[in-house]
């Protein structure tokens, strides 16, 4: 799927979030700049949270409570180490669960082997303009348009 600007991939994150349920987990592949917390202030908005949605690279993570459903961001781009990404992943999940939220996970290569359903987004530039989006919802297909 081709977003064109940093507008329409907010809008694609603001109709992707109808599809998520409390308990989603969704992990965002792809390279810096790319649009992935853009992506996030678009789900933001679908969930009607109210605050500012801002990378939590260095936190991190940032937790969201005000919309209808709350929403845990993580970014592990800084973390090295996949033992602790996990400790930090589990301690964040378990939080979701406990509150019934939605995690978005920047940079979650680290982790990966430790999730058994989630939904997948790789994010890449277009060759000319714009980014494409691939999306795999829980079972690994492809669904959302």
Do not use: C
Request: no cysteine; hydrophobic share 40%.
């Amino acid at each position: 799927m081709f977003v064109g600007d940093l507008r329409e991939t907010i809008q694609l994150g603001r109709k992707f979030a109808q599809e998520l349920n409390p308990k989603s987990i969704i992990l965002l592949q792809g390279p810096i700049g790319a649009g992935k917390t853009s992506f996030v202030q678009g789900i933001a908005d679908g969930l009607l949270i109210e605050e500012d949605i801002t990378s939590p690279t260095f936190a991190l993570s940032h937790h969201y409570t005000s919309g209808t459903i709350p929403l845990i961001h993580m970014d592990l781009y800084r973390l090295e180490n996949s033992l602790i990404a996990e400790e930090f992943f589990k301690s964040e999940e378990e939080e979701a669960i406990q509150n019934e939220a939605i995690m978005v996970i920047e940079w979650p290569e680290l982790i990966k082997p430790v999730l058994n359903n989630f939904w997948k987004i790789e994010i890449s530039y277009a060759t000319n303009f714009g980014r494409n989006y691939k999306i795999w919802d829980p079972k690994n297909l492809l669904t959302f348009e």
